[in-house]
């Protein structure tokens, strides 16, 4: 069966995201598409399959948080301290989401897909290869132990965490791996004065501060997102993370 045409919208990317992807940048997501409709035969990767759905809730979406980074007219919160090597982990990153469109549209970056489902990291390997992206690796393994491992502790200039559980419990995962001076991306839907509290209150734990709360709406099916920009001012202590499940558990307060 011959894998249905994402739709060609130029004009809402500028309007959205003030960005736009090239041609082959398309294609890459063409192509995406049909590895991902492919992959689902075999293995329970995504329910979003339609071509609207998957433009709108993995490919618009995907590129939202890092919309501030996309933009040429420089007033992005990031400046100056972003290297244009920068490297990006996307932690449960299932079937790739954010980390391939983000890799898609910055080829410069260095982008590690880390899940902790050995099928998952299977499938991303071969949609790596089948997609040439040469700045993208896989890593297997819970966020929890790769926290603590000195070649990632600390290692990343931003992390990215999409739809893995609560605010804090994310920001104990990605906080560790990020870098002083970098950044986590919490991609959320809706969100509500009091998860600025409890999160404030679990990144004095873990060294970072919300530095923007930016609200949003999805460009087809007007739904609410909030991308959180945290920065890491300060090393994370050496018990975060806890230990594999305790995050989950007993998130931090
Ligand atoms: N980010 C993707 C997938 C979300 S589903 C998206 O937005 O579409 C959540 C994914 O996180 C699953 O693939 C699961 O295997 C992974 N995951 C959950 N807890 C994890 C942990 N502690 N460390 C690493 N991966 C984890």
Redesign the pocket.
């Known amino acids: 069966m011959e894998t249905p045409k994402l739709p060609k919208t130029l004009e809402v990317w500028q309007n959205t995201i003030n960005w736009h992807p090239s041609e082959s940048q398309q294609q890459r997501f063409q192509e995406l598409y049909e590895i991902i409709l492919i992959g689902n035969r075999q293995q329970n990767l995504?329910r979003i399959t339609a071509p609207e759905d998957f433009w709108e809730k993995?490919l618009w979406d995907s590129l939202l948080g890092i919309a501030p980074l996309l933009k040429t007219d420089s007033t992005s919160i990031f400046e100056p301290n972003l290297p244009k090597n920068a490297k990006i982990i996307?932690?449960?990153?299932?079937?790739?989401?954010?980390g391939i469109p983000i890799a898609i549209t910055n080829p410069h970056w260095n982008i590690t897909l880390?899940?902790?489902?050995r099928k998952?990291i299977a499938f991303l390997a071969r949609a790596i290869a089948k997609l040439q992206l040469q700045n993208t690796t896989t890593l297997l393994?819970?966020?929890?132990a790769?926290g603590q491992q000195s070649q990632h502790r600390e290692n990343y200039d931003i992390a990215v965490?999409?739809?893995?559980?609560q605010p804090s419990v994310c920001a104990e995962?990605i906080l560790p791996l990020v870098k002083v001076g970098g950044w986590g991306i919490l991609?959320r839907g809706q969100w509500k004065e009091d998860d600025t509290l409890n999160l404030e209150s679990a990144l004095s734990k873990l060294g970072g501060k919300i530095k923007l709360i930016q609200p949003g709406k999805t460009p087809i099916s007007q739904g609410i997102r909030h991308c959180i920009y945290i920065k890491k001012i300060i090393p994370t202590q050496s018990k975060y993370p806890r230990a594999?499940g305790i995050?989950?558990q007993q998130p931090l307060k």
């Open positions: 995504t993995h996307d932690v449960g990153t299932g079937a790739g989401f954010p880390l899940d902790s489902t998952k393994g819970r966020a929890e790769i965490i999409r739809a893995v559980g995962y991609y594999v995050p989950h």
